[in-house]
């Protein structure tokens, strides 16, 4: 049984940092294209970043230059760090595969506020 979990968030001002991990189990995540996800409140999951096999990334628009996705082959978990945060950063983060898809953790809240 696949298990994601999603872990790290939390309150931070505007121009602020977070790092999250998501910690699999189930599945090696160097095998799969994993991504990570968010959905604000009245919002549709949006597709924030992925992390393909051999380590290359991809970013939407609206956090390019500010976030990173990574991954921990040792771990088995892949991170996403967060800098130079904006309040419309704020929603619940999920990880989970690009095309692959199993079932949703319960994410990790980020609310950028001050």
């Known amino acids: 049984q696949v298990q994601l979990v999603e872990s790290g968030g939390g309150l931070v001002q505007p121009g602020g940092s977070l790092r999250l991990s998501c910690a699999a189990s189930?599945?090696?995540?160097?095998?799969?294209?994993m991504a990570w996800y968010r959905q604000a409140p009245e919002n549709g999951r949006e597709l924030v970043a992925h992390?393909?096999?051999?380590?290359?990334?991809n970013y939407a628009e609206s956090v390019k230059g500010r976030f990173t996705i990574s991954r921990d082959n040792d771990k088995n978990t892949i991170h996403l760090q967060m800098n130079s945060l904006k309040p419309e950063d704020t929603a619940v983060y999920y990880c989970?595969?690009?095309?692959?898809?199993?079932?949703w953790g319960q994410g990790t809240q980020v609310t950028v506020s001050s």
């Open positions: 992390i393909l096999g051999d380590g290359s990334t």
């Open positions: 189930g599945i090696i995540v160097s095998n799969y294209i």
């Open positions: 989970n595969g690009l095309f692959h898809r199993w079932a």
